[in-house]
């Protein structure tokens, strides 16, 4: 995984990056992202949101009540997290090492950015040191599964043809199953371990077979989880 190859992407792409969040699919998709991990983290005292992007979860869970701070690889992204959400504090920084005090945080969450990383494992160790006891972390991202497999494959030959578009790239990115993350989870040291499914209805559909994947989804996500493109594991600081 190139990190400057990861945030040379965010950076050109940052002031269009929301335009995939524009339409109603778009919003409906990350919001139901948003609310799976908010339903896992505390909504009092203070949240970092890791891999932050333009800060549209922080803008969620500003809705609900909560404080949070940003961290994100691409100061272009920093950049209009900080116009979004004037309020909160926005920094520039790697999930590997993070510049925070022990015991700093009430809750950690991530969307969509946990297969960038590089070494997860140090990221989980990073986290538990920061939560303070009792704290909560949610991570949701692309989950490897049979919708998922061939992603990697598409996003090397999309880069090699030239195609641009938001994400697409050979970023070295890595996929895990909820089993595989909530091992990492419990070796961290977290407790209160689970992961769940979602988001069978992609922002990537047509409005029609969107709408038709939407009522859908509960039943997949419940029922036939390995057909829902996202994972969220979910775990507690003792």
């Known amino acids: 995984m190139s990190r400057i190859k ?9 002031e269009v990056y929301d335009q995939r969040y524009d339409l109603r699919q778009g919003r409906l998709y ?17 949240l970092l949101d890791l891999g932050c992007g333009t800060g549209l979860f922080i803008e969620h869970y500003h809705k609900n009540g909560g404080r949070a701070i940003g961290l994100d690889i691409s100061p272009g992204m920093v950049k209009m997290g900080r116009l979004r959400c004037p309020e909160s ?23 969509l950015a946990f297969t960038y990383l590089n070494d997860p494992d140090l990221m989980l160790e990073e986290a538990y040191r920061i939560l303070k006891p009792g704290g909560k972390i949610a991570v ?22 030239g195609y641009k578009k938001i994400g697409v790239g050979d970023f070295g990115e890595n996929y895990y199953t ?13 407790v ?16 029609r077979i969107f709408s038709m994947a939407q009522r859908a989804e509960p039943f997949i996500e419940e029922h036939l989880p390995s057909f829902a493109f996202n994972v969220c594991v979910s775990g507690r600081k003792e």
Not at 6 to 14: G, L, N, P, R, T
Not at 33 to 42: G, I, K
Not at 100 to 107: G, Q
Not at 140 to 160: A, D, H, K, Q, S
């Open 140 to 161: 949701c991202t692309l989950g490897r599964n049979m919708m998922t497999l061939l992603v990697p494959f598409f996003y090397r030959m999309g880069e090699r043809i």
């Open 89 to 111: 504090e926005f920094i520039v920084g790697t999930a590997d090492i993070l510049p925070f005090e022990d015991e700093s945080f009430e809750s950690i969450a991530s969307l």
């Open 30 to 46: 990350h919001h139901h992202l948003s609310q799976t991990v908010l339903d896992r983290v505390a909504v009092d005292g203070l």
């Open 192 to 207: 209160d371990v689970g992961s769940q499914r979602c988001s069978f209805a992609h922002y990537t559909l047509s409005p």
């Open 6 to 14: 990861v945030q040379a992407h965010y950076d050109e792409v940052a």
């Open 178 to 190: 909820g089993g595989e993350m909530e091992k990492m989870f419990r070796e961290a040291g977290f």
